[in-house]
């Protein structure tokens, strides 16, 4: 059994099988370092994402609140307005 330190020394490795599994390794490396940098690209994107759909639906909720505002007033006039014209209908058939 070959100790570390022959190993190391590359007495038991040739040295062209060291050079292609550290070639290897490091486009190993290289890969992992682009996955990781698209991983935090993706990141950045999702919370951008997220603050502007919280900002929409923000606007929304306003929007809603406005033309259930609205949609009350309205319906305010038409019952003044149904009950001036009974009024006045009643007043006619006399």
Same mark, same amino acid.
């Given at each position: 059994?070959?100790?570390?330190?022959?190993? %190391?020394?590359?007495?038991?490795?040739?040295?062209?099988?060291?050079?292609?599994?550290?070639?290897?390794?490091?486009?190993?490396?290289?890969?992992?370092?682009?996955?990781?940098?698209?991983? %935090? %690209?993706?990141?950045?994107?999702?919370?951008?994402?997220?603050?502007?759909?919280?900002?929409?639906?923000?606007?929304?909720?306003?929007?809603?609140?406005? %033309?259930?505002?609205?949609?009350?007033?309205?319906?305010?006039?038409?019952?003044?307005?149904?009950?001036?014209?009974?009024?006045?209908?009643k007043k006619e &058939? &006399?």
């Amino acid at each position: 059994m070959a100790n570390v330190t022959q190993i %190391v020394n590359n007495s038991i490795i040739p040295s062209s099988i060291t050079d292609k599994v550290t070639n290897d390794i490091n486009m190993l490396l290289l890969v992992l370092k682009a996955i990781g940098i698209l991983i %935090v %690209v993706y990141l950045i994107f999702l919370a951008i994402r997220w603050i502007s759909d919280m900002l929409r639906n923000r606007r929304i909720k306003k929007i809603y609140e406005k %033309v259930n505002k609205m949609d009350e007033k309205i319906d305010l006039l038409l019952e003044r307005t149904k009950v001036k014209s009974e009024k006045k209908d009643k007043k006619e &058939k &006399k």
